[in-house]
């Protein structure tokens, strides 16, 4: 059973358009989340992360909102652009206690159109 | 380029065959990881070693064998493996191993089992 998922495989916006990837998360003990973006034929790279103690985290362009009530988390790019076309996870994990696992989503690949 | 290389990066074997992935980091960072991407199916943690010792398998088949001689180098030996083994096989280390802390990925190598 999926524990992070991530239900739009695909997403595709308009240069200097709001992208929004949405992230849900079943189990409750996660406490920390992360974003992670790849491009092809390379490994994924962190891009941004919350705690379960927070709301919100922004990092320049990159905004990352959590609902803990909801169990979802998004991530709004703003103004998207060309380059940030890739294969966007979204990890989860819990900090205490469990083992030393990053529970990954499936990917959402955002394309965005000059 | 994350500073964590793995070679090769495209391996085609025939199930007796026995092969070996390597991964190096060059970030001093003293955890290491392996995980493992099927078609269609989210990022999943196959090892964790920490200061070269092995903290996690997360009930991975003996037909997988990890190795980690020192902190920088990581393997994975292959051993009559099956053609649902294919996948891209990812490594990754962190500075510490702790949850929160960001992980840097390798490009993968991409593992066709015939």
């Known amino acids: 059973d999926q524990q992070v998922k991530q239900n739009s495989p695909s997403l595709s916006v308009q240069e200097g358009r709001i992208s929004i990837l949405n992230c849900d998360y079943t189990?409750?003990?996660?406490?920390?989340f992360l974003w992670y973006k790849k491009y092809p034929a390379e490994g994924p790279t962190f891009l941004i992360s919350?705690?379960?103690?927070?709301d919100k985290n922004e990092d320049g362009r990159f905004t990352v909102f959590l609902n803990k009530s909801a169990k979802h988390l998004s991530l709004h790019i703003v103004p998207s652009q060309p380059g940030d076309s890739a294969v966007y996870f979204c990890a989860a994990t819990r900090t205490q206690g469990g083992s030393e696992k990053l529970v990954f989503g499936k990917g959402t690949k955002l394309t965005v159109n000059p | 380029e994350t500073g964590v290389t793995q070679t090769p990066r495209h391996l085609v074997m025939g199930m007796t065959n026995k092969k070996s992935l390597k991964c190096e980091q060059h970030?001093?960072?003293?955890?290491m990881y392996w995980y493992k991407q099927s078609a269609k199916k989210p990022l999943e943690l196959m090892f964790v070693y920490n200061f070269k010792e092995q903290t996690e398998n997360n009930s991975v088949p003996s037909r997988f064998s990890p190795e980690c001689p020192n902190s920088s180098h990581l393997f994975l030996h292959l051993h009559t493996l099956q053609p649902e083994d294919s996948a891209l096989y990812l490594c990754?280390?962190?500075?510490?191993?702790?949850?929160?802390?960001?992980?840097?990925f390798g490009p993968g190598t991409r593992l066709t089992v015939l």
């Open positions: 189990n409750s003990m996660f406490d920390y």
């Open positions: 990754a280390s962190s500075r510490r191993l702790e949850r929160r802390v960001e992980q840097f």
């Open positions: 919350i705690s379960s103690i927070k």
């Open positions: 970030l001093g960072h003293n955890a």
